[in-house]
Nanobody
Framework: QVRLVESGGGSVQAGGSLTLSCAVS????????MRWYRETPGKKRELVAT???????NYLDSVKGRFTISRDNAKNTAYLQMNSLKPEDTAVYFC?????????????WGQGTQVTVSS
């Protein structure tokens, strides 16, 4: 069974930094695109950043220049380095990945980790 486990969330003041991690475990044949989403109450979950297995990245406009997504393919782990955090970055952050398992190709979600930025 595939599991995605996020860690690294917490509370920081505006201007601070946090690094989120997403560790993937289970019967994985191929770990393809990995993504970070975030969700706040009353708002639709939004895609924050994407990284392909080759390392190509894309970002939500509002986080460009402040957030960096990366991955360690040997560890099946993705990261989201968040700098210059703003109160509007407060959200639950979710890891998401496209994974080829033994007989299926499926999209998986982590349980989420809370990030709170105070002004």
């Amino acid at each position: 069974q595939v599991r995605l486990v996020e860690s690294g969330g917490g509370s920081v003041q505006a201007g601070g930094s946090l690094t989120l991690s997403c560790a993937v475990s289970g019967s994985i044949l191929q770990l393809n695109v990995m993504r970070w989403y975030r969700e706040t109450p009353g708002k639709k979950r939004e895609l924050v950043a994407t990284v392909t297995s080759e390392g190509s990245t894309n970002y939500l406009d509002s986080v460009k220049g402040r957030f960096t997504i990366s991955r360690d393919n040997a560890k099946n782990t993705a990261y989201l380095q968040m700098n210059s955090l703003k109160p509007e970055d407060t959200a639950v952050y979710f890891c998401n990945a496209d994974i080829l398992e033994i007989s299926t190709f499926a999209n998986h979600w982590g349980q989420g980790t809370q990030v709170t930025v105070s002004s």
